[in-house]
């Protein structure tokens, strides 16, 4: 630095209004010394000294300039790319932009004229199928929305608007197909919750008969149905019956107990042939029913002991009845002067009209030697009711 000279004048001098600035008190400064004093003391600085404020500004806009000089160069090279695509683009007159194809070709670039003919394919495809806006919106409106929020759901003791996930007012497809889903998921739970209580189990499988014994001919006499009430879907497994006297007699058969609980007819044991005693003071009889469901899976086993009394006389009684109804009739005293009080009476139509009759619901009621039919519905159509029965003590 050259050494200072004995005298430099230091007058105040207007500072051009570029490198005005304001002061630390917020005054707009507008006179400067040349080189910032303090006394006799040199202070120079960019805010005390003119000429030091000078060099201060000029050295950042040369910063400045310099910045500017390189962005510059950076576009002039973009602008001249540019033109040179441009201009090769109206040169060949072919050039066809290129966008991302997504979904038609795995987010790779594909030429726009591609890409507007896919898409309008599609929509050609869609449109027959998804229907005019005014259908959609109709098909939305048929969702009755404000009935549909009150009905009761099947899966819980609520509504269908509580249930997750339900739209209360549908504006859009999505919003009606989201409530089908629901609706579904609910009814499929309440169908699962009745396919349980109605689904046939071995509970439900009820295996009981009445052996009845007669003396007179040797033969036992099977009665199931009435008795046994087998669901459908049921296949007889290997069912066994035994009937033993006591005395060491054995009569031992298999049978069908689904196909016998299902007729009137009884299982027509004979004592011939097996070790039974014909003048055993009584038999039992035991079932071990074997029947199956393969559709669901189970197998029920049952054991059913019945003991069988040889009293004095026969221990049931025959007979037939026949009526022709001509008007209204409900009770049929099918039964008189039996010589005991019946426990059970079964009958069997013998004609088609009686058949169709016996359809229909219809009980017994029994008293000392009597036995009386009664159809909870009244017979109206004219015929001839006739039956066979057969009574039991």
Excluded: H
């Amino acid at each position: 630095m050259p050494p200072l000279q004995p005298y430099v004048s230091n007058t105040p001098l207007v500072v051009a209004k570029n490198l005005r600035f304001l002061s630390q008190a917020g005054i707009l400064v507008t006179e400067m010394l040349p080189i910032g004093m303090v006394g006799t003391t040199v202070a120079d600085s960019p805010t005390t000294g003119y000429i030091s404020r000078i060099g201060a500004v000029l050295s950042d806009q040369i910063d400045l300039y310099n910045t500017v000089e390189v962005t510059l160069a950076q576009y002039q090279g973009d602008i001249t790319s540019l033109d040179d695509r441009v201009s090769a683009l109206e040169i060949s007159g072919t050039t066809i932009p290129s966008v991302n194809g997504y979904c038609y070709n795995k987010n790779s670039p594909i030429l726009v004229t591609d890409m507007v003919n896919l898409l309008t394919r599609d929509l050609c495809d869609y449109k027959p199928v998804l229907g005019t806006p005014t259908a959609l919106t109709l098909a939305i409106l048929a969702e009755g929305s404000a009935i549909l929020n009150a009905l009761p759901a099947f899966s819980q003791t609520s509504t269908m608007s509580a249930l997750t996930g339900w739209v209360t007012s549908p504006e859009t497809i999505a919003d009606t197909i989201n409530n089908l889903w629901v609706s579904y998921l609910d009814s499929r739970a309440g169908i699962s919750t009745v396919l349980a209580a109605v689904t046939p189990t071995c509970a439900q499988v009820i295996i009981d008969f009445l052996p009845v014994y007669s003396s007179s001919t040797g033969n036992f006499n099977l009665f199931f149905s009435g008795y046994s009430f087998i669901p459908t879907g049921y296949i007889d497994g290997g069912s066994t019956i035994q009937i033993t006297d006591g005395l060491g007699g054995i009569l031992y058969t298999s049978l069908n107990v689904v196909t016998q609980s299902t007729t009137t007819t009884p299982l027509a044991l004979s004592i011939s042939g097996s070790t039974l005693s014909p003048t055993a003071a009584s038999y039992t009889a035991t079932l071990v029913s074997n029947v199956a469901n393969a559709s669901l899976g189970t197998t029920c086993v049952k054991t059913t002991i019945k003991n069988t009394s040889v009293e004095g006389g026969s221990p049931f009684t025959t007979g037939e009845y026949a009526l022709s109804v001509s008007g209204s009739t409900t009770t049929f005293v099918i039964a008189t002067s039996l010589s005991f009080t019946p426990t059970i009476v079964t009958v069997v139509a013998n004609n088609s009209y009686t058949a169709t009759q016996l359809a229909n619901a219809y009980y017994m009621t029994y008293g000392p030697g009597t036995a009386t039919l009664t159809f909870v519905s009244a017979i109206v159509t004219p015929g001839t009711f006739d039956i066979n029965w057969i009574a039991y003590k």
